[in-house]
């Protein structure tokens, strides 16, 4: 966490605050992946950041030891209907709103990732910009929510197996787009995003 200032909130200063982040937003399939956690001061967590950041070994050790010292965590989602009927920036907020709603602890508070805030959200919330680098429950919300996300579309794989989706993980890679011109689009595409809708049209 020393690359940026550390983000502390001026408007909460209690224990029960969540911190959101989501994992998918670019791909060109599956689910976007949103999660939410509530730490335990009493429990910290050694070597949290942004899991973008993190070797796939060290986000996996955190992944178990977020669910096992976290005073609460929810992972929650939006399917590819939801992306392809809102957009995935309405998606993305839906599913990190759906995260924090199913908390098993109620948060008195939350941060999210990005400039955004989810509406209708059961408590206050501010958005953090670069977030998952700057506060603890955020970053630990982004390895939730990125492990998840990758579990699933590695499992995926099996099902759609001439895609290529363990390697790619349904990023827009020139490996993945030429497999969509071979084999057209499949259940987990999403069929609103610009290259498989112009494959699609083609």
């Known amino acids: 966490m020393a690359e940026l200032e550390p983000f502390i909130s001026q408007l909460y200063d209690g224990l029960l605050v969540a911190g ?3 994992a998918g937003r670019g791909p060109l399939a599956g689910d976007v992946v949103a999660a939410a956690v509530i730490l335990d001061p009493e429990n910290p967590i050694v070597g949290l950041n942004d899991s973008k950041k993190l070797s796939e070994k060290k986000r996996e050790a955190l992944f178990d030891e977020i669910q096992t010292k976290a005073l609460a965590f929810s992972v929650a989602r939006a399917s590819v209907d939801e992306i392809d009927e809102l957009n995935i920036l309405h998606a993305s907020m839906l599913a990190m709103k ?7 602890v109620p948060a008195e508070h ?3 990732d990005g400039n955004r805030i989810p509406k209708e959200l059961p408590c206050p919330a501010e958005a953090v910009v670069k977030g998952d680098a700057r506060h603890a429950a955020i970053a630990a919300a982004s390895i939730l929510a990125k492990v998840t996300r990758d579990r699933e579309i590695v499992a995926l794989d099996a099902q759609y197996p001439e895609y290529g989706f363990a390697k790619h993980k349904g990023y827009p890679t020139a490996v993945h787009l030429a497999a969509i011109q071979e084999h057209g689009v499949c259940d987990i595409h999403r069929r609103s995003f610009g290259p498989v809708k112009r494959i699609l049209e083609g």
């Open 98 to 104: 759906r995260a924090i709603e199913t908390l098993s």
């Open 110 to 112: 939350a941060l999210i």
């Open 20 to 22: 959101a982040d989501e």
